[in-house]
Nanobody, 115 residues
């Protein structure tokens, strides 16, 4: 059974940075479309960024220029580098791996941006 595990969340001040990691068991990352979603309290889950197996990336307008998604296939890991964080970035961040017709979700990691 494939497991997807996120890490790297925490509390950070406005303007600060965090790097989230999404690691999948097995060697599925290299053949997956991987996306980071986020869900703030009282709001629907929304796509923040995604990366294809060919390293084509896509970003939500609200994070473009501040967030960078990347992958390390050797480590079966996808990263989300988040810079210039704002209070409105506060949310639970979830990793989603689409491996052919199967979708795996992680359990989420909390990111809180507050002074």
């Amino acid at each position: 059974q494939v497991q997807v595990v996120e890490s790297g969340g925490g509390l950070v001040q406005p303007g600060g940075s965090l790097r989230l990691s999404c690691r999948a068991s097995g060697s599925i990352i290299s053949d997956s479309i991987v996306a980071w979603y986020r869900q703030a309290p009282g709001r629907e889950r929304e796509l923040a960024a995604s990366i294809t197996s060919a390293d084509s990336t896509n970003y939500a307008g609200s994070v473009k220029g501040r967030f960078t998604i990347s992958r390390d296939n050797a480590k079966n890991t996808v990263y989300l580098q988040m810079n210039s964080l704002k209070p409105e970035d506060t949310a639970v961040y979830y990793c989603n791996c689409r491996y052919y017709s199967v979708i795996y979700w992680g359990q989420g990691t909390q990111v809180t941006v507050s002074s």
